[in-house]
């Protein structure tokens, strides 16, 4: 194929000769307000006014490559700038980014950007890394503390990073964010679905302004924690104006929200629904009208595990409020019905001052309250270990009822339980609190316990027990001569079997025996024979020899 095309008997450029062209062309018009008709009708002009028209396809296609092209060679280039070598980052930094750019996941998908290499960062840097951020689908985590970020920061890092499918955790504690700063995080906030942790602690130009904008932006979404630790926060209200439907721990230490923000918590604890498990409000200035507030709230709550309210101005009147709601002796309902999902109550942080040692006792108690609440998987379960470990411990039951300002009467507790149920009241209180409770009650409750025995009926059930029990005996006899007579047979059997066999044996030794001795006796016999032969051999000899003898005397 020739590399032109004649048409009029003017040359059509070839499709590299046209993009060639192009590639120089588009650097010099303004693409913005070039129509694709204007554009092709100057490139015409590069060819001296050949018709394009049949090219009209590839010359579009062409532009869009040729765009794409150069916004890869600009991002490249900026990249290079932002994060070179030259910049002094951190290889570990570096290598993170580049992941991240690329759309690729971290080993932890956690980012964490060093104040180091944040000191390092140019505004272009900034702006990319929000750029690289909102295109990641794998990044989960991402912690920004302690980076130096003003209000100007947060722009630049947001004016991109408008939203994130995969973020999770956002971590921007330590930092000068301002009113400014929040306002440029807001897309961010209302577009991530998955964001479920948030952190501004120790960030004091975060203030109630601020707070009310991240939670209005938080309205109806996931997040789960927010930390506000150490802000100028005073007002907490937008918690009411505003619905997070799955926020489980808050933590708002050292916040001044007075007696106003107690009542916020207050009625979002009460609130059909309540969500939160955890609530810190350490040096927040709360006194204990407060922390009545807040043990009233819980009353009827069943999802609150964990409270911190260290290190403010409570004192035994806020202690006693939670060991009421924790452990409330006034009737054994009211022990059994007490709140059983609190785990963790710290109110103060004076358990060994000598001045006060009823707010120990309190603590102390508190304490077995909730272990006793972490200990017991069920609301039932709770309220039992409570009845038994108060109510049917005389001293414990004292200490509470004293505590609590409560008129102590150990017989009171048995009033109202219905006399057939008391021997198994005195089972549990001796195998739970030892002989010395179990006397202390009987005491109270020997009175019911006798006017319940029926002693026709006791008589007539002993009876019953016996009888029933002789003929177990019975039973057990029989049960036991079979053995015994079965015994007996076995050990006869095999009596028998050893007896026969040595039998046996005895007879075949004397057989053997007997044959032995004969059989010797008989060889002992031919002996005695030869013997008697031999001499009269000898005789017959020596007689010859004496008469031949006399003859020759006679001689």
């Known amino acids: 194929m020739s590399t032109t095309e004649e048409v009029n008997d003017v040359p059509i450029p070839s499709d590299t000769e046209i993009r060639k062209e192009m590639e120089v062309l588009m650097q010099a018009v303004d693409l913005g307000t070039t129509s694709t008709k204007q554009f092709i009708s100057i490139l015409s002009t590069k060819f001296n006014g050949a018709d394009l028209s049949t090219k009209k396809k590839y010359i579009k296609a ?10 890869e060679e600009d991002d490249e280039f900026q990249h290079r700038l932002a994060f070179g070598e030259h910049t002094g980052i951190s290889d570990q930094f570096f290598d993170d980014i580049h992941q991240i750019k690329n759309n690729q996941s971290l080993t932890t998908n956690q980012l964490v950007l ?10 272009l840097a900034w702006r990319l890394l929000g750029r690289y951020i909102a295109n990641n689908t794998h990044l989960h985590d991402i912690k920004l503390y302690h980076c130096n970020i003003t209000d100007e920061i947060m722009a630049l890092l947001f004016s991109e990073l408008s939203g994130s499918t995969s973020l999770q955790k956002l971590d921007m504690c330590m930092n000068r964010i301002g009113i400014e700063g929040i306002r440029s995080m807001v897309p961010l906030l209302q ?10 602690g120790l960030s004091t130009d975060i203030n109630t302004e601020c707070f009310e904008l991240v939670v209005s932006s938080l309205h109806s979404g996931g997040v789960e924690d927010l930390d506000f630790i150490n802000c100028n926060i005073e007002d907490i209200s937008a918690l009411e104006t505003y619905n997070l439907p799955n926020l489980q721990y808050l933590n708002l230490n050292k916040n001044n929200i007075g007696r106003n923000g107690c009542i916020t918590l207050s009625n979002l604890l009460q609130k059909e629904g309540s969500t939160l498990t955890r609530l810190s409000l350490e040096w927040t200035g709360l006194g204990d009208e407060e922390a009545e507030i807040l043990a009233n709230s819980l009353e009827n709550n069943n999802q609150l595990q964990v409270i911190i309210l260290n290190n403010n101005n409570i004192t035994d009147r806020g202690c006693k409020a939670f060991l009421e709601l924790l452990n409330n002796v006034a009737s054994i309902e009211s022990t059994y019905n007490s709140n059983n999902t609190l785990r963790e109550c710290k109110l103060v942080d004076r358990l060994f001052d000598n001045e006060v040692h009823a707010t120990k006792e309190m603590i102390r108690l508190l304490y077995s309250a909730c272990q006793v609440n972490k200990n017991n998987h069920t609301a ?26 409560i008129e102590y009467s150990y017989s009171n507790i048995f009033a109202d339980i219905e006399p057939i149920l008391l021997p198994d009241i005195l089972t549990l209180i001796s195998s ?7 006397y202390t009650a ?33 039973d057990e006899f029989q049960s ?8 007996f047979e076995r050990q006869m059997a095999a009596l028998k079997a050893v007896h026969e066999g040595k039998t046996a044996a005895l007879e075949t030794e004397y057989s053997y025996q007997t044959s032995r001795l004969t059989t010797e006796n008989n060889e002992l016999s031919n002996r005695l024979s030869l013997i008697d032969l031999g001499d009269i051999k000898h005789l017959s000899a020596g007689e010859c020899n004496r008469q031949s003898g006399k003859r020759m005397d006679g001689q």
């Open 62 to 71: 062409t532009i869009t490559e040729i765009i794409d092209s150069m916004q």
């Open 114 to 123: 060093d104040w180091l290499d944040a000191g390092r960062f140019t505004d």
């Open 191 to 200: 577009n991530s679905p998955n964001l479920s942790s948030l952190k501004f």
């Open 380 to 405: 039932h379960a709770v309220g039992k270990a409570k009845v038994i470990g108060s109510h049917l411990n005389s001293q414990t039951l004292k200490r509470l009822c004293n505590l609590q300002g």
């Open 432 to 438: 739970e609190n030892g002989l010395s409770e179990l």
């Open 442 to 474: 009987l005491i109270q409750t020997a009175p019911d316990l006798l006017s319940y025995i029926d002693r026709k009926a006791l008589i007539q059930d002993v009876m019953a027990k016996n009888t029933a029990r002789a003929a177990d005996l019975s």
């Open 480 to 487: 036991k001569v079979v053995e015994y007579h079965t015994e």
